[in-house]
């Protein structure tokens, strides 16, 4: 049920409740992950969460930036991959 909420794309900005944090989008994100057992379906919240998580990418990308002679399109895919990867591994 309240997924079909988060899903939901005639929700208003304006109202505070149709609003998830990001972290509580990444928590329920995650249970999904663990309890789908459908390749495709996996792969979609898999996908969610990556997409999710690009803020993330973002900063970790400005903050890392000049430190070690990457460009920052090469940084975010090297992020992004991180991401990824840390996804693909999480265990609680």
Known sequence: MFTRALCSTTASAADPAAVVSPRLLNQQLLGQLQRCRQPQRRLRLRNR????????????????????????????????????????????
């Open 49 to 92: 969460l990556v997409m999710a998580n690009l803020g993330l990418v973002h900063r970790v990308t400005v903050a890392q930036q000049g430190k070690g002679g990457l460009s920052y399109d090469d940084l975010v895919s090297v992020s992004s991959i991180g991401l990824i990867r840390a996804i693909d591994s999480f265990e609680p």
